[in-house]
T-cell receptor, first 114, second 117 residues
Framework: KAGVTQTPRYLIKTRGQQVTLSCSPISGHRSVSWYQQTPGQGLQFLFEYFSETQRNKGNFPGRFSGRQFSNSRSEMNVSTLELGDSALYLC?????????????FGSGTRLTVV | AQKVTQAQTEISVVEKEDVTLDCVYETRDTTYYLFWYKQPPSGELVFLIRRNSFDEQNEISGRYSWNFQKSTSSFNFTITASQVVDSAVYFCALSETFSSNTGKLIFGQGTTLQVKP
């Protein structure tokens, strides 16, 4: 059973650019959640998608957006990058997005904004 | 308010020592789930254990054991006879069942465990 795949593994972008990160969940899982991890703020919830709909959203500016496709793969986009967006971005795959089913994480995408 | 607190920022032990990682949580929900994850330097969050709020039975799995106490809102994790490979950051997390909190884990700040040979 394949795990959660996040691409790319590393990214370096310049301030003002935009970036798209991808997450392929475990086959059969319909929920994908995204998290930002920084040394100062720790692990913070960005948003969750279930069956192509954003079902839950964290406290992040509108520059952070996402979407989910019919095959449950999800992308997140950050526009007008700022230095503070440098972080490890993790996605979590879940059957239906509840604690009962648990969450499996990918290896993350490490984004550096210069 | 939902919150997870891991008061220990860093712990350093010598190999073969036992070590306990503390976790205290706050929630208004009556049904919730608690998790422990391990994050090695590679960055991936590795699932260790999940407990629901109705299951206070403590568990031992190999060198790992967990102590869940609803009365004190604590969910502590113990590694017995620690090994160098246990060196990582450990996160405690809370998942509530409110419909507005689907798909969301609330994490503590993490405890960095260093096991020295």
């Amino acid at each position: 059973k394949a795990g959660v795949t996040q691409t790319p593994r590393y990214l370096i972008k310049t301030r003002g650019q935009q970036v798209t990160l991808s997450c392929s969940p475990i086959s059969g899982h319909r929920s994908v959640s995204w998290y930002q991890q920084t040394p100062g703020q720790g692990l913070q919830f960005l948003f969750e998608y279930f069956s192509e709909t954003q079902r839950n959203k964290g406290n992040f500016p509108g520059r952070f957006s996402g979407r989910q496709f019919s095959n449950s793969r999800s992308e997140m986009n950050v526009s007008t990058l700022e230095l503070g967006d440098s972080a490890l971005y993790l996605c979590a795959s879940s059957l239906v997005g509840t604690g009962q089913n648990g969450y499996t994480f990918g290896s993350g995408t490490r984004l550096t904004v210069v | 308010a939902q919150k997870v607190t891991q008061a220990q920022t860093e712990i350093s032990v010598v190999e073969k020592e036992d070590v306990t990682l503390d976790c205290v949580y706050e929630t208004r929900d009556t049904t919730y789930y608690l998790f422990w994850y391990k994050q090695p330097p590679s960055g991936e969050l590795v699932f260790l254990i999940r407990r629901n709020s109705f299951d206070e039975q403590n568990e031992i799995s190999g060198r790992y054991s967990w102590n869940f106490q609803k009365s004190t809102s604590s969910f502590n994790f113990t590694i017995t006879a620690s090994q160098v490979v246990d060196s990582a950051v450990y996160f405690c997390a809370l998942s509530e069942t409110f419909s507005s909190n689907t798909g969301k884990l609330i994490f503590g700040q993490g405890t960095t465990l260093q096991v020295k040979p």
